[in-house]
């Protein structure tokens, strides 16, 4: 039986589309293992992704982006919300069922070394989804591994290696071939360059972006690197204690941040010019704890800026102009055009 692993996606609808997210793991004490209190590591997420287009997720570490990755694929069960692959809500299907849903769906791990199995040659890593889903035998799966191998920049000698014998850079070319061979629609990246040196990120960054112009892909990419997602995403969601607190557009985000904590996380982020400076947002203290989350806003604890409303009422999720949204009491549609007319202003009268 023969089938093609690498046609394209015709399709400009909706791919991923996720509401009201939440993952609580419980926490158990004592001598009877009795739950006293939940971490909530993702708490009521949403966003949607369309085909051909990259949703960077970005947060410090343990805000719960790769929680959030692992729940959408249900390699953990979600305990709340709603998650749709191409058009088919997947939450409430059996383990049978959502096999066949996640041929639309698929991971790149962050790990190279840990993510390929060691005792199987190149050849059974990535043949093995074309046989779990029946789409190639024999000699068929032969050349399909071969071709897949090709479109990530391995030779075909490759195929009877094991994964010790290659590089960092080029384990993860044989994950992103793993990926590939059931032709999905979406691909989870988490962090899938943060182990591997500069001058190879970048290689694999391109890799990726090659392969979405050509199969049509549309990535999640979870990452902590400020400089990764500038150079990869089209849109950029900001997390924090397991909600997202701001997403827009990539420009947008770069330009003109508006959550203080994106304010923070731009300000943090090296400059390549030495001779450049900026003012630094500093935020003080630790991230509270995911069991206990601050009441109102989670991030006021932490906020230069907080007010009283901070501390009392939960802020939103708003759109301030079209495609950014934003969390924060501080920044309403009102305020935030209302600035930028005053620094146009203030420009014109200047020149």
């Excluded at 899938?192 to 970048?202: E, H, K, M």
Aim: aromatic letters at 4%; proline letters at 6%.
């Amino acid at each position: 039986m023969s089938s093609t692993a690498l046609s394209t996606t015709p399709s400009s609808a909706e791919v991923l589309r996720v509401e009201g997210l939440k993952k609580h793991f419980p926490v158990r004490r004592g001598l009877l293992q009795n739950v006293t209190g939940h971490v909530k590591a993702v708490d009521g997420v949403s966003f949607a992704i369309e085909a051909g287009e990259t949703l960077c997720l970005v947060g410090e570490s343990g805000c719960g982006k790769s929680t959030v990755g692992k729940t959408i694929l249900r390699l953990q069960e979600p305990s709340a919300g709603q998650i749709w692959l191409g058009g088919t809500e997947v939450t409430s299907l059996t383990e049978e069922q959502m096999h066949i849903h996640r041929r639309e769906v698929q991971m790149v791990f962050q790990d190279p070394y840990s993510s390929l199995n060691p005792r199987m040659r190149v050849r059974q890593i990535v043949g093995e989804p074309l046989e779990n889903y029946a789409l190639a035998e024999g000699a068929e799966k032969e050349r399909q591994v071969v071709a897949l191998l090709e479109k990530v920049g391995l030779r075909k000698d490759a195929m009877d290696r094991f994964p010790f014998e290659f590089s960092g850079g080029q384990r993860q070319r044989l994950g992103i071939a793993r990926a590939l061979a059931l032709n999905p629609h979406l691909i989870v990246a988490d962090e899938p360059v943060s182990a591997l040196d500069v001058s190879v990120q970048a290689q694999v960054l391109n890799l990726l972006m090659d392969l979405q112009e050509e199969f049509g892909l549309a990535y999640l990419f979870i990452s902590h690197d400020l400089a990764v997602v500038e150079h990869i995403g089209h849109r950029i969601a900001v997390m924090y204690l397991g909600r997202i607190v701001e997403l827009a557009p990539k420009d947008r985000i770069f330009s003109q941040p508006l959550h203080p904590y994106t304010e923070a996380l731009m300000a943090a982020a090296p400059i390549a010019d030495p001779r450049a400076r900026r003012e630094r947002l500093v935020i003080e203290g630790d991230v509270p704890s995911p069991i206990n989350p601050p009441s109102g806003c989670h991030f006021h604890t932490r906020c230069p800026y907080a007010i009283a409303r901070c501390k009392i009422e939960d802020p939103p999720l708003q759109e301030i102009v079209p495609g950014h949204v934003v969390a924060c009491h501080l920044r309403t549609r009102e305020t935030v055009l209302g600035a930028t007319a005053l620094s146009q202003h203030t420009t014109g009268e200047k020149t």
